[in-house]
């Protein structure tokens, strides 16, 4: 069974960079039939998807258009995990962030989820 | 974007009763439609996909059925674990998710 285990800050300060690492176990990162994404959940936005990495003998990434542009997904195969890198914070990405893996067609079903990584932006 | 609309906001039950949940989505998304219970502090839980499949080691008195862009997902006698907050979730174009319903104990 699949486990997702998250770390990084909680407290981060505006215009500063977001970096949060899922290190998986259960499965490996470069597993070419799943995708490995990032969701966060905020009370005036809900729960919104921002982006996932997966490997396909390459690794590709694809991120929600919103978010594009200061959203890097990318992974770290000797370690088995993945990280988010959010840049330009503004209050308004104050959330908990989650990881959670991708399968089924289109690796998009999210099936297993990492326990939450509440992130407030605030100077 | 698809979005999708989930109703009621909030439910007040007691447990033992039945229920059903509602999520309608802007546009058709077949039957690319999962339901996620979430508790407070924990990982969301993935319990129906498909629109009716459940999923590994999900009880049988959760179930799903819809597709295009009307879905429901029934819980057939509440057990005091289901009070949560429950989501639907579509992956027909990108991912987007519902508001939820909370289902509290009255």
């Known amino acids: 069974q699949v486990q997702l285990q998250q770390s990084g800050p909680g407290l981060v300060t505006p215009s500063q960079t977001l970096s949060l690492t899922c290190v998986i176990s259960?499965?490996?990162?470069?597993?070419?039939?799943?995708?490995w994404n990032w969701i966060r959940q905020s009370p005036s936005r809900g729960l919104e998807w921002l982006g996932r990495t997966y490997y396909r003998s390459y690794w590709y990434n694809d991120n929600e258009p919103s978010f594009r542009g200061r959203l890097i997904i990318d992974a770290d195969t000797s370690r088995n995990q993945f990280s988010l890198h959010l840049s330009s914070l503004t209050p308004e990405d104050t959330a908990v962030y989650y990881c959670?893996?991708?399968?089924?067609?289109?690796?998009?079903?999210?099936?297993?989820w990492g326990q939450g990584t509440q992130v407030i932006v605030s100077s | 974007e698809i979005v999708l609309t989930q109703s009621p906001a909030t439910l007040s039950l007691s447990p033992g009763d039945g229920v059903t949940l509602s999520c309608r989505a802007s546009?058709?998304?077949?039957?690319?439609l999962a339901w996620f219970q979430h508790r407070p502090g924990q990982a969301p839980r993935l319990l129906i996909y498909d629109a009716s499949n459940r999923a590994t080691g999900i009880p049988a008195r959760f179930s799903g059925r819809g597709s295009g862009t009307d879905f429901s997902l029934t819980i057939s006698g509440l057990e005091p674990e289901d009070f949560a907050t429950y989501y639907c979730q579509q992956r027909s174009q990108w991912l987007t998710f519902g508001g939820g319903t909370k289902v509290e104990i009255k």
């Open positions: 546009h058709s998304v077949g039957n690319l």
């Open positions: 959670a893996r991708g399968v089924s067609v289109g690796a998009t079903l999210l099936d297993s």
């Open positions: 259960g499965d490996s990162v470069s597993t070419k039939t799943v995708s």
